[in-house]
Nanobody, 111 residues
Framework: QVQLVESGGGLVQPGGSLRLSCAAS????????MGWYRQAPGKGREFVAI???????LYSDTAKGRITISRDNATNALYLQMNNLKTEDTARYYC?????WGRGTQITVSS
């Protein structure tokens, strides 16, 4: 059974950095696209970034320049490096792929 488990969230001050991880189990993801999405309180889930299985990446406009998605196919891990975090980045972040969603990890950006 495929499972996605996110980790790495937390409370961070504006301007800080966090690195999210997504561990996939049950199937290798080397041949599928994997992505990160987020949902802020009272808002719908929105796209953040995608890592294509052919090596391409795609980012939302709000993520460009501050956020980097990467993957390690050998360990079935997906990452999201987030720098210069802003209060508007506060949301629950979800890993997506293999036709599954993880349960998410919360990021709160606050001074």
């Amino acid at each position: 059974q495929v499972q996605l488990v996110e980790s790495g969230g937390g409370l961070v001050q504006p301007g800080g950095s966090l690195r999210l991880s997504c561990a996939a189990s049950g199937r290798t993801f080397s041949d599928v696209n994997m992505g990160w999405y987020r949902q802020a309180p009272g808002k719908g889930r929105e796209f953040v970034a995608i890592s294509g299985y052919l090596g391409t990446t795609l980012y939302s406009d709000t993520a460009k320049g501050r956020i980097t998605i990467s993957r390690d196919n050998a360990t079935n891990a997906l990452y999201l490096q987030m720098n210069n975090l802003k209060t508007e980045d506060t949301a629950r972040y979800y890993c997506n792929g293999l036709q599954k969603w993880g349960r998410g990890t919360q990021i709160t950006v606050s001074s």
